[in-house]
């Protein structure tokens, strides 16, 4: 029997804002795909929120590897249908320096992840949505891609290739009747920045930022950054001119390096 109820697919939902997000979705009555490699936990925290089995889906994958998560993809649309949103969350942010020749194999695991792994997150699903001439593909950014920060190559670069790279889609599937939609989060207290070593403002709960994210969803929004001060001094830094940037951030204390902190 068909089940009516709308379905979200999200990968890096076994914590911080893929798990906020899976949260919110099942508040709000939508049936689950979450993927993530540790589909063990998810496991646990579906049954903990006492989710009855027919309102979610696990499935293990791997989105730094494309075949694993398409793979995933393809699972969910034999198991559950074609999903109405599909969230491609899952990222890593790890401090690196060029001079360090490990550094470099570290930038290529973030682009990996946080770039290659959205694309083949999406990919399962485009010409579905396209044949049925609707559905929603979420990019997380950051607005650490709207401006480079010291030490923190690979992030800031990887997350302005997500930004342009949901731009371009959005323009290849506008008349489709497909949506793609950009959404560039501020600081969220999550594993992901709980060892930052310098400032974070207007710093998000995570159930904070998975419920306005949903309104912004669900509005139909092409782009937008969370919290909306974040946003404000997103533009303001990006009109400073270089000089006057790179003299606001010397001195700043850089991200951690992998194995100097938590990279994920």
């Not at 990996?112 to 929603?136: C, D, E, I, K, Y």
């Not at 690979?154 to 939609?181: D, H």
């Not at 404000?232 to 850089?254: E, I």
Request: charged share 20%; aromatic share 8%.
């Amino acid at each position: 029997m068909h089940d009516p109820r709308p379905l979200v697919f999200i990968t890096g939902a076994s914590s911080g804002i893929g798990q906020a997000l899976a949260e919110r979705y099942h508040r709000a009555g939508w049936r689950l795909a979450l993927a993530a490699r540790r589909d063990s936990e998810m496991k646990s925290w579906t049954e903990a929120r006492g989710m009855g089995a027919g309102s979610y889906e696990i499935y293990g994958a791997d989105v730094s590897q494309p075949d694993s998560i398409i793979a995933a993809g393809q699972a969910c649309m034999e198991r559950q249908g074609l999903p109405d949103v599909v969230i491609a969350n899952a990222g890593i942010s790890v401090g690196v320096d060029t001079a360090q020749r490990a550094d470099i194999d570290t930038m290529a695991r973030v682009f990996a992840t946080n770039n290659l792994g959205m694309a083949a997150t999406f990919h399962p699903f485009v010409a579905a949505m396209a044949r049925r001439g609707s559905g929603r593909l979420v990019g997380v950014a950051s607005v650490a891609g709207i401006r480079g920060l010291p030490g923190h190559g690979a992030y800031c670069a990887s997350k302005a290739a997500v930004i342009s790279y949901c731009e371009s889609l959005r323009g290849e599937l506008r008349s489709s009747g497909v949506r793609v939609v950009t959404i560039c989060p501020g600081y969220v207290d999550t594993p992901l920045t709980r060892e930052n070593r310098y400032a974070m403002p207007f710093l998000m709960r995570p159930e904070a930022f998975a419920d306005k994210a949903f309104r912004v969803i669900e509005s139909g929004a092409s782009y937008r950054v969370i919290p909306w001060p974040m946003g404000v001094v997103a533009k303001l830094l990006r009109l400073l001119p270089n000089a006057w940037f790179d003299r606001l951030l010397q001195g700043r204390p850089r991200k951690h390096r992998q194995g100097q902190g938590r990279a994920s």
